[in-house]
């Protein structure tokens, strides 16, 4: 019998959404996993485990037509081996550090040296993190702009997890960014 084209395809009204990878790097316990918790759950969880390895997240965001698929990166230098696949083909990317650990901030410069790399061009926003801790705050606006201006990062953000102080925001400028940049292409 011959194959008859049968009832005509439903056309949903429903615009595609583009699924693009982020990456969320930074060093062991900055408040990775606890901010894109946050941000997927709109709460703050305390006592987070460590992130071995690697960890996904999605999010849809249907005001840019895109869909997140989070790679969560594990900070701990055991798993800096791994970074580099994990950054590859990624879209956009977060590079954390903790604002009361000032060493976080300083190893940024390994972490770029790792991104640029292996995802070079990428949109990538670098975010302050537990900015609650205001009597411990260890690095100055100064020399995050300092950094930021040399590396050339979209711009930066100072957040709390704990808050959720700038948190939709890290990621909807991420999204817009890169909305914008698959919009020029197709
Ligand atoms: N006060 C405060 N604590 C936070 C905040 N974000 C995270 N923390 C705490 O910081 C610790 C580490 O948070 P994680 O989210 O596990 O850190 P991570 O960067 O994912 O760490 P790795 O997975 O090891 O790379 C946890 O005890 C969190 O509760 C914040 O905004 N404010
Ligand atoms: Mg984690």
């Not at 606890?34 to 965001?61: A, C, D, Q, W």
Request: net charge positive; with cysteine.
């Amino acid at each position: 019998m011959k194959c008859s084209s049968g009832s005509p395809i439903l056309e949903l009204n429903v615009e595609p959404l583009r699924i693009v990878k982020v990456f969320v790097a930074g060093e062991g316990g900055v408040g990775k996993t606890t901010m894109i918790k946050r941000y997927t759950t709109g709460t703050f969880i305390p006592n987070t485990m460590l992130t071995v390895g690697v960890e996904f997240h999605i999010s849809k965001v249907p005001k840019h037509r895109i869909t997140l698929q989070i790679w969560d990166l594990g900070g701990e230098d055991r798993f800096r081996f791994i970074l580099p696949a994990y950054i590859r083909g990624a879209s956009g990317g977060l590079l954390v550090f903790d604002l009361t650990r000032f060493q976080t901030f300083k190893n940024l410069g390994e972490w770029m040296e790792i991104i640029q790399k292996n995802a070079p061009n990428t949109p990538l926003v670098i975010v302050g993190a537990k900015a609650d801790l205001e009597d411990k705050i260890a690095v100055q606006e100064d020399v995050i702009k300092e950094f930021c201006d040399k590396y050339q990062v979209l711009c930066y953000f100072t957040a709390s997890a704990k808050t959720g102080q700038a948190v939709e925001d890290i990621f909807m400028k991420l999204a817009e960014v890169i909305a914008n940049r698959l919009d020029k292409i197709l």
